[in-house]
């Protein structure tokens, strides 16, 4: 089956990169999440979860109080 590459990734406002998962799925439907352990030393504020493959790029704010 064919696989393709999935990159999630936690970037602050200044775009920099706090978490990053890489890793190679086959076609269908995947969960990914960020944990606790992946935000719980990030300062408050606002952050944006970015999900490139390769047919594109979705992101999402979110926002840590």
């Known amino acids: 089956p064919n696989r393709e590459e999935v990159q999630l990734e936690l970037q602050d ?3 920099k990169t706090h ?9 269908g439907q995947h969960k ?5 352990d992946h935000t719980i030393n990030l300062p408050a504020g606002v952050y944006v979860v970015k999900l490139t493959v390769d047919s ?10």
Do not use: F, I
């Open 13 to 15: 406002a200044l775009g």
């Open 32 to 36: 990914l999440s960020l944990s606790p």
């Open 19 to 27: 978490y990053r998962h890489t890793g190679a799925y086959s076609a």
């Open 56 to 65: 594109g790029v979705w992101t999402q704010k979110l926002v840590k109080g």
